[in-house]
Structure formats: C-alpha cells, structure tokens
C-alpha cells in the first residue's frame, strides 16, 4: 500500500513519538529494579537498604578494621561515616588507593546478617578525584 | 612568550567568528555575505586557532612551568611524547583542541563546498561561527590555558599515570575530529532550516562531514574500549561508565544520521527526519562534552570538578540545542514533503534502524542522566550501571541486527518480491548456531547465546548484497556497507563469545605453584623488581601452557613518584582463539602473591569488528567522494 506523502509524514511523527515514549517507558522499566542506590552505614543502621540488592556503599575503611582470610585473597574491613558502620567482605585485588583510613565505594548487596559482601571496590584513581557522593557524606578531615 | 602569543592568537579568532557570524546574518551588506568575504574569514579564523593549538604543544615540549596548565599537568622528567600528548590530556587543552577541529572544519566547508548556493552556505557557516564563538567564549573566560603562574614552580605535578599511554596520544583526538565533525552536519542542517531549503543537495553536501565524523567516532571507541580494557585491568571492555556513553550516544546518533542522510541523497525522503538527527548528533556529542567536562557525575574519567565550568557548558548547550529546535519547530512546515515509499522497502527499513537505533539512543540517554535527575529531584543517590544498560539496550540491539540481514537487500521504494528467499541464509544459519549451541554447552546466558546466533546469521547476510553483482563494477560504497555490516557481526560474535566462554581464576599462589585457568596452566616462576624511564615496579614472571603451546606473561605492579601513584600494568597473550589476561596484586606477607586470570577465547573480534566497520565507512567515503569528482568533470567537461 503506497501512501499519500502528507500521510506519510504524519505516520513518520507517529512512529518518531512511539519510539521516544517507547524509550523513556523502557527506560523507566529497567531503571526501577537495576539501579544501585548510594548507601551510608546510617542508612543500614536505620534500615533503610533492603537485602539482596544491588548497592554501593561508600564512607571511610575504619583503622585498625583491615584483615585478611588465610585464603590469602578474602578481605575483611568496616566502613564508617562516624554515626554507624558495616561490615564489609571482598574477594579479590584491592585498587591501589584502599588503604585504611582512606575514602572507598564498595559495589555489592548486603546480606540478610547485615554483612556488605562487595563484588567491586571502586578505585580512586588520583588525589584529586574524589566520588561527589562522598565528598557529600564525608566531612574532609 | 609563546604562551601570550597563542593567548592573542585566540583572541582574534574569537573576534574573527563573531565577524564571520556578523557577516552572515547580514550587517555587512551584500557585499559582506558574498562567500568569498566570509571565506576569508574562515579560513583566517582556523589558521589563528590553529596557531594558539601549536602555541600550547610547543609550551608543553619546552616544559615551561610558568604556564600553570604545564605546571599542573607535566613534569620536565617525563617521555616526550608524554609532553606531546599531555597537551591535550587535561581539560583546557582538550576544549582549545575541541575549538581548533571546529574552526578547521569550518574552514574546509567555507573552501570547498561547492554542492550549494551561496545563500545556504552563508547561513551553514553563520551557524559554524555561532558554535564557535560559544565555544571560545568558554575557553577564554572560563579555561584559559595559557594562564600564567608567578613565581614559577620548579617542575610540574606530572600527568596521571593512568593516562601516560600511548592510546592517549590519538585516542582523545580521534573521538573529537568525529564530535566536532558532527558540527558540520549540525550547522547544516540549521542553514538548510533557515533558508527553507532541505534538498537532497543538502544531504549530499552533509554525507561525507557524517561519514567521516562517524569513522573517526568508530575507530575512538574501539581504541578507548581497549584502552579501558588493557589499562584498567579489570578484564572488561566496556563499563557503561557515563564517559564511555558520553561518546556511545554521538554514535549512535551519528549512525543513524549515515543511514537516513542516503535516502535523502538518493531518493528525497525522509527531509524533517534527517535535519532532526543532524541536530540531535551534534546535540549528542556537546551533552557528551558536558557531562566529561563538567565533572558532574561520578566517573573514572572525570578529572575536572569545577562547577562554573559545568554552568558555561550548561548553558551552552541550552541555546544550542534550544535554538536549534526551536528553529526546527518554526521552519519544519516550509519543509517540502519527501518521497513516497512503502513500508516493505529501503526506506522502511532505513526507517526500522533508524526508530531502533533511537530507542536505544533514549534508554542510554535516560540511563546516563538519571543519577543526576534522581538527585536534583528525589535528593536519592544511585548509580545506573551494566545490569540496566546490558538488560534494555542488548535485546535493542540484536533486534537491529536481525534486521540487519535483510535490510540491504530490500528495492527502492516498494519491494514485491517475496523477502524470505533474501533472509533464508542469515537465519538458517542463526537457528543452525542456535540448535548447536544447545547440544555443545546448554549453560550459557540468553543473550549471550542469540549474540552468538545473530552474529553467525549476519556474516553470509551482510555479504548477501553483492552476490549477483559485477563485484569490478559493484560502487565502493556498497563494498563499504558490506563490510561495515560483516564488521558489526564480528564484534558481536566477539561480545557474545566473551560473556559466554571466559574463564576467570583468583588465586594467592608461591613461587613455582601453579593455577589453572579455561585450558591454560599458569605458573607463578618469579617476582622480581624492576624498573622504566619514570617508573618503578614489581613484575611476576608467568609461564602459561597449554596443549598448543607456551608463553611467558609479565604483569606488573607499578610505582610512578610524580604524582605519587600505584598503578596494575595487565599482561595480555593474545593467540588466535583469545587471550590470556594476568593481573599481579598485593603479596600477603606470608610468600603468596595475588594473580587473575582470565582466559577470554575470541574476545579480540570485538575490536577487530570495530575496525571492520571504521574501514567500510572509509571504503564507503572514498568512493562517494571519487564518484562526485568524476561526475563534476564531467560536468565540466559537458559545459564545455
């Protein structure tokens, strides 16, 4: 079926229209359940994160907190943003910049025990940079 | 002195593209909007950017520390393609690169365009001038980069390490010759809106400007992806961080502009489409440069955290991309209709990638910048990362090459001819894959297994199109889209492969213990230190072997002292089935070393595919340009 060119147009703004509020309803779908939100241990302490969600969490790796399994690569720590802290457990090569008393974002779900079993630490790739996230939660010291 | 010569020189083309802009909206008379008096113009106003852009590299080779962008950004220790390089590794050298591809492109539109009437032009390059002088505005006021320090420090701060790469030499380059390409198209399309004139002379006058920005984008991302890749040691090659979308969305923009600017070219359709997806590329390309210049989302990449800078930006891009819609919206109606055509057809399916290619555009626009929205709204802080990208834009995408198999193949116009027949060999093959993917290793992913499928079914379809031609006679351009598309199969064969087939292994292992990874077997020999130009690290000494063979990896820790910085240096083995991926991390005090593995069997095809496509798109520029020269001597030639 041919149709008229000034039909034509108008189908072509109807599919144009279709497709953008096809993306943004698509979008909005995905974007319900696999968005990780930004916690703080106050937040965990007030229960506020649910378990078994995708999260990062982010505050400070509490001196003295820093241990290592015998497996040789498990780590355990807690993070602090001076009201509350979490225990936090990651298998893997920390970046560079982890270090105790520093600034750190672990990607991960929080267990039902409230423990954060990360499967990421985020790196810091210089001095200068500094997530803004953090640079809100955690007063510079 | 270089400094405030390059600092004049950048003044002046400021002053010359506000004349330019003056010019072409008509304050200087008839005369002034002759193309010869704004030529001119252009030309003077590159060759100024042009000089201030040499002005900055020969500051950064002299390590002149008075200037505080080289104070900040390098070091008189450091390799001197670093310094090189380190010109344009930061945030005011990067723009003053960015202001000078925009000046130069404007120059070689004013010189050479010969496809359309002084009117139009003078109004293309009025808009060049108006993107300019934005642009430079930025640059002088907000990121001056010859800025003076006093005293002068000793030495600089040094370059990030991460970012003393020989991939960082071209890699920022390349992806800005194809933004800033993109500003032809968008200036363009605003002349051809202003005049009323949308004309498939347009499109053809646009066609080499996207083709080329396009490539150039292409070839950027396959180098930053494996860039990411081997630097980043994390084994990934793609992060869905905001940066990497940043210049995901140009080109998605950009390539479903190089799909609809033919019809246009070729048949006079789709006239309001195209003029939308040439203000909507360039768009892309300057929210792209807001979000990594701004340092407004949380990202590896953003280096610059300056907020009057982000507000420049912002409000640049405001009356831009406003402006320009609102013109679209004011002279859309003036537009002539297109050509007619029916749903089975070229077009149609021009229009079925282009629909698609802007869906998926969408969601990784609103997946970008809903962290930012979530925040300024809800005051909710969140990341969006690969479980929403890979989930909504994957399927989107495989859809697009299914289609991709019978595309192609389809008339002009109306096409009456049954399709299966065209389609029959990429899907067979599809379902082929798919059934003996099943019988091999029934544990594999969804979308990785259709990835693997789709692929398989797009290589015999992607080449359909020239079957039955005369392949001495078949144009360049179809050669180009034949390998473009065979390109975009490879790379998702490459991606499918990876997410199906990796093996990874974590280990704390001794001297002489050994890890066992997919079919490799790798053992820890030594770790030894040692030392380069700028740099001291630990290095392991691997030997990895397999049934076909052996070989030694060296992955690194490495200590740069300016600035202070650690970094992982990855070992890559590539053989012809894949790679093999070491990464050395910290010792455990007790005689054991961390060590990952990943055994990633055809993961290269993923760049390999990205370099297809760049090459199909430069067999596809040469030829249209090669077919234009002879037409126009012939012309000439007929004339006389």
């Known amino acids: 079926m041919m149709v008229k060119p000034k039909h034509q147009r108008l189908v072509l703004v109807v599919l144009a229209v279709a497709a953008l509020v096809g993306a943004v309803l698509l979008a909005m779908w995905g974007l319900q359940d696999r968005a990780a939100y930004f916690v703080t241990p106050s937040d965990i302490a007030a229960g506020k994160a649910q378990p078994d969600k995708a999260m990062r969490l982010g505050g400070m790796v509490v001196k003295g907190s820093l241990k290592r399994d015998p497996d040789g690569l498990t780590v355990r720590f807690t993070v602090s943003d001076t009201r509350a802290q979490t225990p936090v457990v990651f298998r893997g090569i920390t970046p560079d910049l982890f270090k105790e008393g520093n600034g750190v974002v672990a990607e991960g779900r929080l267990d039902p025990t409230g423990l954060f079993v990360a499967d990421n630490i985020l790196a810091k790739h210089d001095e200068r940079y500094m997530p803004p996230q953090m640079a809100n939660e955690v007063p510079s010291q | 002195m270089i400094a405030e010569t390059g600092l004049a020189a950048l003044w002046l083309a400021t002053a010359l593209a506000a004349l330019q802009l003056g010019l072409a909206c008509g304050l200087g008379g008839e005369e002034g909007r002759r193309v010869g008096t704004i030529r001119a113009v252009a030309l003077s106003q590159a060759l100024l950017t042009l000089f201030a852009f040499g002005a900055l590299v020969m500051v950064f080779l002299d390590s002149d520390m008075s200037v505080k962008l080289v104070a900040a950004n390098s070091h008189s220790e450091k390799p001197w393609i670093y310094k090189f390089a380190g010109a344009w590794g930061n945030h005011e050298g990067s723009m003053l690169l960015w202001v000078t591809v925009l000046a130069v492109a404007g120059a070689v539109v004013a010189l050479f365009e010969r496809r359309l009437d002084e009117r139009t032009l003078g109004a293309t390059l009025g808009a060049q001038a108006a993107l300019g002088l934005g642009f430079f505005a930025f640059l002088l006021f907000a990121s001056n980069p010859f800025e003076r320090l006093d005293p002068a420090p000793l030495d600089g701060r040094g370059l990030n390490p991460l970012l003393q790469d020989p991939g960082l030499a071209f890699h920022p380059p390349t992806l800005y010759l194809g933004y800033v390409g993109l500003s032809v198209a968008f200036s363009l399309a605003v002349g051809g809106l202003i005049r009323g004139d949308v004309s498939p002379a347009i499109a053809r006058a646009m066609r080499p400007w996207v083709l080329a920005a396009w490539i150039f984008l292409t070839l950027g991302i396959t180098a930053g992806s494996y860039w990411a890749y081997y630097e980043l040691g994390w084994g990934g090659w793609w992060f869905w961080d905001p940066v990497e979308n940043a210049s995901l969305m140009p080109w998605l923009a950009a390539t479903a502009l190089l799909h609809s600017v033919n019809v246009l070219a070729a048949r006079g359709g789709l006239r309001a489409w195209t003029m939308m997806l040439a203000l909507v590329a360039f768009s892309m390309s300057m929210v792209g440069t807001f979000l990594v210049r701004s340092g407004i989302l949380t990202s590896v990449h953003a280096f610059a955290v300056d907020p009057t800078r982000g507000t420049f930006i912002l409000a640049l891009l405001a009356l831009y991309i406003g402006g320009a819609l609102t013109l679209f919206a004011f002279r859309i109606a003036h537009v002539k209709e297109g050509a007619p055509f029916e749903i089975v057809s070229r077009e149609g399916a021009l229009v079925a990638n282009n629909l698609l290619l802007s869906v998926i555009l969408g969601t990784v626009f609103v997946g970008t910048l809903y962290p930012l929205i979530a925040e300024a709204l809800f005051g909710e802080k969140l990341s969006v990362g690969p479980p929403y990208f890979d989930s909504v834009a994957g399927p989107l995408a495989l859809i697009l090459a299914a289609l991709m198999m019978i595309g192609p193949q389809l008339r002009w116009r109306r096409d009456k001819t049954a399709i299966l027949p065209r389609w029959a060999p990429g899907i067979l093959v599809a379902i082929a894959v798919l059934v003996g993917s099943f019988i091999l290793n029934p544990h594999i992913g969804l979308l990785p297994r259709l990835g693997l499928a789709i692929g398989a079914g797009l290589i015999p379809a992607s080449l359909q199109p020239l079957l039955g031609r005369s392949l001495r006679r078949t144009p360049l351009a179809v050669w180009g889209m ?110 054991r070393w961390q060590v990952r593995l990943w055994w990633k069997p055809f993961v290269t095809l993923i760049w390999l595919g990205g370099i297809l496509i760049g090459l199909g798109g430069v067999l596809a520029l040469v030829g249209r340009l090669l077919r234009e020269r002879r037409q126009r001597i012939r012309g000439e030639e007929a004339f006389a």
């Not at chain 2, 292994?505 to 700028?534: D, H, T």
């Not at chain 2, 030997?543 to 970094?567: E, I, M, N, W, Y």
């Open chain 2, 482 to 591: 034949a390998l473009a598309h065979l390109g975009v199969a490879v790379a998702i064969l490459g991606m499918a492969s990876d997410s199906a087939f990796t093996r990874e292994k974590l280990a704390a292992v001794r001297r002489g213990e050994i890890v066992e990874v997919g079919p490799w077997f790798v053992r820890l020999q030594e770790v030894m230190p040692v030392a380069g130009p700028n740099w001291t690290a630990i290095e392991a000494e691997l030997r990895a072997s397999t049934g076909s063979g052996l070989t030694v990896l060296k992955p690194q820790s490495r200590f740069f002292p300016s600035p202070p910085t650690t970094t992982n240096e990855a070992a890559i083995d590539t053989r012809w089935n894949g790679q093999l991926y070491a990464v050395l991390g910290e010792p455990d005090g007790q005689g």
